[in-house]
């Protein structure tokens, strides 16, 4: 049964870089997947930052696009997120997810999530 | 179309039917999927592509689309049905991915 776990610092100071990062356990992070990062504000919606494909093709939300980075270690069947420059604004739940790739099939999901880290970014 | 709108709250009573919808250009391409998230825990994907629901989703829900929407559908309400609904889906350009506002669902 494959699991993601979500781990990095729950205090960020304002203007650093938020770095978080996904395990995944029960399985190969080298299928043809998409492993993505989804935040959640708090008493707000689900909002996609990106997402990272087994063969390092990356995708990244417009509005965040300049200042995130998603990359994959594959000897530690581990992703990764970098956000830089963070403000308050940036405070949320950060939830790693498994999507089947639908280039094919044209449906798009999220089978599998992480219980989520709480990063809050304050000084 | 980069977007995808959901009703913010809608109400049911307890054993009746609800219909929580999506609306958005680019379903008219791809299929939506339907997450349940409840206070302090994860999104739980309850329906994707055309009807299809993961193992361990009670068969009271149920998805459909037609031209730019979808709807998630459950029919018999229950108490623990009570929760934030999130539809999800690409963009028309595919390489990004879209979530619908929300939806809160009150079981009355």
């Known amino acids: 049964q494959v699991k993601l776990q979500e781990s990095g610092p729950g205090l960020v100071k304002p203007s650093g870089t938020l770095s978080l990062t996904c395990s995944v356990s029960g399985g190969s992070i080298s299928k043809s997947v998409w492993w993505n990062w989804v935040r959640q504000p708090p008493g707000k919606g689900l909002e996609w930052l990106g997402e990272i494909a087994h063969n390092g093709r990356t995708n990244y939300n417009p509005s965040l696009q300049s200042r995130v980075t998603i990359s994959v270690d594959k000897s530690k069947n581990q992703f990764s997120l970098k956000l830089a420059s963070v403000t308050a604004a940036d405070t949320a739940m950060y939830y790693c997810?498994?999507?089947?790739?639908?280039?094919?099939?044209?449906?798009?999901?999220?089978?599998?999530w992480g219980q989520g880290i709480l990063v809050t970014v304050s000084s | 179309s980069s977007e995808l709108t959901q009703d913010p709250s809608v109400s049911v009573a307890l054993g009746r039917t609800v219909r929580i919808t999506c609306q958005g250009d680019?379903?008219?391409?791809?299929?939506a999927s339907w997450y349940l998230q409840k206070p302090g825990q994860a999104p739980i994907l309850v329906i994707y592509g055309k009807n299809n629901r993961p193992s361990g989703i009670p068969d009271r829900f149920s998805g459909s689309s037609s031209g730019n929407t979808a709807s998630l559908t459950i029919t018999g309400a229950q108490a623990e049905d009570e929760a934030d609904y999130y539809c999800n889906s690409r963009d028309n350009s595919g390489n990004h991915r879209l979530f619908g506002g929300g939806t809160k669902l009150t079981v009355l």
């Open positions: 680019s379903l008219r391409k791809y299929y």
């Open positions: 997810a498994r999507a089947p790739d639908a280039t094919v099939t044209l449906i798009p999901f999220f089978d599998l």
